[in-house]
Each structure stands twice: as C-alpha cells, then as structure tokens.
C-alpha cells in the first residue's frame, strides 16, 4: 500500500474520533466521514507501519443512517463528527465507545447504561473561542492551524455570528491588524465568549494592553450583540498555542456571568472552567446526586471542584463539602457562589487535588467526587483517596480512555466500579461524559 492508492473497503469500526475504519492488505485504513456499514472509495493519503489514513471520495453503498450535513464547514472544520448520522447512531456510537474503553484499557466488567441523550443538538455551547488570521475569523481547518472564515458555527449559541460580523467590522473600519502565528506579529488573536443567563461576554484576546479604538469595539458589539453585558481585553503576548493569557482588562460592562443549574445560580469568571453544555449539565448533575445518594450526614469531598458546581449542588444533603481546585479565579467563583446561594457547609482549598488532599486528614470524606480533565487523576491522588478507606466514589469523566486507566486503578485499590452512566454533553462531536459510581469492596 502506498499514497495515492486508490482503495474500496468496507467501514467494520468507528475510532475514538468518530473516524470509519476498515482494512485492506492486513493494514487498518482510517477514513474520515466514512460511516459504519459502508463500502466506500477513497485514496491513501498516509501510510504508517501498521494502518494508513484515506480521504473518502466516493460512498459506494450509503449507511441507511448517512444524512445530508446541515453545517457548512462540517468537512472542513473536525470540531463535529456526526453531522452526516442519525443521532440515534451517533448515541449508539458513544455507549459502544464507553464500553469498548472500558473493557479494552481497563478491563472493567461493570455495567454501562446506554447514553442519555441530548434534546438540543443546535447552539447548546456556551462558550467559543474563534481564531483570527489575516484569512477571516472562525475554525482552523481540520488538523492545522489554518483560519477558515466562518458565520456561523451550529452548536454555539446565536450571539455569536453577531458577535463575530462585529469584530470583523471593527477590524476593517479602524485597520485593526490580525495575529500572524508564523511572525507573531499582528494584534487580534482569538475571539472568546461566554454565555449565561446574564449575558454574553466577549473577550477580545491580543498580543498588547494597547487596544486602538477600543471604545469604537464597544459601541460596535453593543449595537449588533443582544444581550451582550461585557466586553473584555485578554493580553496574550506569548508564541503559544493556549488561547488566553493571565490578564484581563474590563472594556466595559462586567467581567463575569452568572448562570443558573436547577436552584443554584453561579458566578463564572472567564478563566474559571464551567461545562458548556447547560441542559445537560443538570442532567449530570443529578446522576451525580443520585450515585452519590446522600443522607445529610456525609462529608464530600469535591476534587476538581471548578467554581463549586457539584459540591453545592449536593451541599443541601450533606455535613459539610470540602472543595479542592487548581486555578485560584475559580477557587474564588466557589466562595462567591456560597454566598449566591445560601450556602454555609463549604469550604475550599486552592491547589492541586494530588497535593492538597493529603493534607485533609482530619476531613475523612464519606463520598469523594473526582471531576478531573482528560488526562484523568494522577496515581498519587487516587491512593490518597483509597487511603481514607472511603466507601463511595462518584467518578465524573470527559474521557473514556483516562477513565477506563484510573478505574483499573481504584479496582486494584479495592474498589469496585459499580455502574457506569455515560451523558451526552457534546452533541455532534465524537465526545462523551460519564458518570461512574464505585463502591469499596
Ligand atoms: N467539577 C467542576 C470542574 C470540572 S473540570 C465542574 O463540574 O464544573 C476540571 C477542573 O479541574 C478544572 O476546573 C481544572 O482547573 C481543575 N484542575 C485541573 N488539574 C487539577 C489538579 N491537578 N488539581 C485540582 N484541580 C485541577
């Protein structure tokens, strides 16, 4: 096999990225918008040892589940997987995923419940972070760093075209300059927004504290944006691929938003990790509150705890939740947000969960909630927590394949993962969230 062969195959898998996959010559063949069942003609784009990489140019023998994409930019952009599936599929592909890591990296038995699935597939995000070049505003192209110019992106909410033609304008009427990766030169780097129920606020990320004809910025976004309630300055200076620096300067209106799950309202300052995904966020949430099933005696532990989102959210049905988080703007949100809502059994630590836990000795948890970000929890941390011999664990995921390693873990530790609940949280992405409870033998 070698570039440019043209090949048919038939599509046997799906990969973790909601590739299709098939083989030919003993090799595995990934190919990109190729869906299961299919008999498909593509040519080799890329040949490694054992598998090889096909781009899809003829669909021999459409899946039945095959629809037209409704988004524009779903071949060029790689942000979604699913546009051209039925969603029914697409939700059988997530359970399958979960499964399969499961079973596969960590050789987990436990039952995996089929996926809940989300109503809403259109403009669920809540937050958007667009790059800027001197070709457009928008999405890099799939696997580069090309900005392809774009409207309107189907899964973030409906500000932001809006809140894109704005900038644009801006950018032309007062000759703003674009960041250039290769040089690092220019100004404007990214456009980055967050929604919630008390706005939208925009952050306008540049290499420089100097912003020209920033006020014009403002008037322009508060004439084409509804709803919009702050505009801010991110000082980004490094040659880096991370999309915000430290810094931010309020241009006007406020610095935060605050936004509400079931009861519970809160403050989220833009470097303070919220999920994107609001509906199904308080469907997590009570996944959460149901494995952990509290009686009002317990103490929580809430690792990861972000802005305090889930340990207030059980905080009503425990003793006292202790809160662990890294980033301080968001150890800062969880203490606002005890006072948003009347909440006095909470405390938090600011620091990392592997080194601060160790030192909650005298805080022995009755049920700890790990909430870790992709790379999952380190080895150390998770021995911390088997250590306190606590009982019940509530595992909250956004990656199967570090989930699947960190509950192979706990079992060694003497646990036993008891069910597992995946959510969709990224409709249309090949992404998946889950919800494991596990119990001490
Ligand atoms: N539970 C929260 C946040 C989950 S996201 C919610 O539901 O909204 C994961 C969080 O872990 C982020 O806020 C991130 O800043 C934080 N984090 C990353 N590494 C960490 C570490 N080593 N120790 C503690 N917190 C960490």
Redesign the pocket.
Known sequence: MKKNDIFEIEITGTTDDGDGVGRMDGMAVFVPYALLGEKVRGIIVKVMKSYAFGKLLEVIEPSPYRIKAECEYFYKCGGCRFWNTEYEKELEYKTQKVKDCLARLGKISAEVKDVIGCSEARGYRNKGQFPVSKDGIGIYAQNSHRVIDMNRCIIQGAENPKVLAAVRKWMKQYSVSPYDEETGKGLIRHIYTRNGDSGCVVAIVATSEKLPFAEELVEILKAEVNGLSGVLLNINSKKTNVVLGKKFVTLWGEDHIIDSIGDLKFRISPL????VNKKQ?KVLYDKVKEFANLSGKEIVW??????G??GQYLANDAKKVVG????PE?IQNAKENMKLNSIENAEYYC????EMAPRLKDKKPDVVIL???RKGC?ESLLKTVARTGVKKIVY?SCKPSTLARDLRILEDLGYRTEIVQPVDMFPRTPHVECCVRLCRE
């Open positions: 303070s990790f919220y999920q966020t809430d690792l990861y705890c972000g802005i989102t889930i662990i988080e890294v980033v968001a620091g990392t969960a592997e909430d870790p970000p380190e909250v």
